[in-house]
């Protein structure tokens, strides 16, 4: 399984910083994620639009989107996909700390379908796994200026992987969230 790493995004949130670099606890909140999905993937992606020489200093693929207005997540994915070598890749944002060391594993037991996706606190997480050949279809709602990823994600009717641990899912939207 090959891990693209959400961290290209305008961070509007937090007043424009890149959400990745954001230090909590004394480390970037990147470094945390990659912590976690270290020992999980065969490999990891990076999905970033500035900040790009820090990035690389991880040691991973860093891939920019192709288009330089930010249209979000899905231009993140779809220009990251091909650089992944595994048929199966697990999509996670660059601002969830907690994420847990099982999640590949869990998200894995679901493969009739060909995305399948975290749910917590009865939400789904925007936190999945998915087959390589839904990649035309994320080109298609970029194109047709589709850019909402949870839309996406729903229109494939993906299987819902409940999670109990509702703080796995934590993500900093706002410097208060970081305090």
């Known amino acids: 399984v090959s891990c693209i790493i959400l ?9 424009g910083v890149d959400k990745g670099l954001i230090t909590y606890k004394n480390t970037p909140l990147i ?3 990659l912590a976690s ?3 999980q993937a065969d490999e990891i992606i990076i999905s970033a639009n500035r900040n790009i020489d820090t990035y690389e200093k991880y040691g991973y693929k860093v891939i920019s989107d192709t288009s330089d207005d930010y249209r979000g997540p899905l231009a993140g ?11 199966w890749v697990l999509i996670v944002p660059c601002d969830m700390p907690f994420l847990p060391v099982y999640i590949i594993e869990k998200l894995s037991a679901e ?3 060909y995305i399948s996706i ?3 606190n009865k939400k789904m997480q925007l936190v999945f796994l998915m087959h390589k050949k ?5 080109q298609q709602s970029l194109d047709n200026n589709q850019l909402r990823l949870m839309q996406w994600v729903k229109s494939h009717r993906p299987a819902v992987i409940s999670f109990t641990d509702d703080e796995a899912f934590n993500n900093f939207n706002s410097r208060d969230d970081i305090d």
């Open 118 to 120: 975290a749910e917590s």
């Open 37 to 39: 999905i270290k020992p």
């Open 134 to 138: 839904l990649q035309a279809s994320i």
């Open 77 to 87: 994915i779809t220009a990251a996909l091909p650089y992944c070598t595994n048929e």
């Open 111 to 113: 493969t009739e379908k």
């Open 31 to 33: 470094e945390h994620v």
């Open 7 to 15: 961290a290209g995004g305008e961070g509007r949130r937090v007043g």
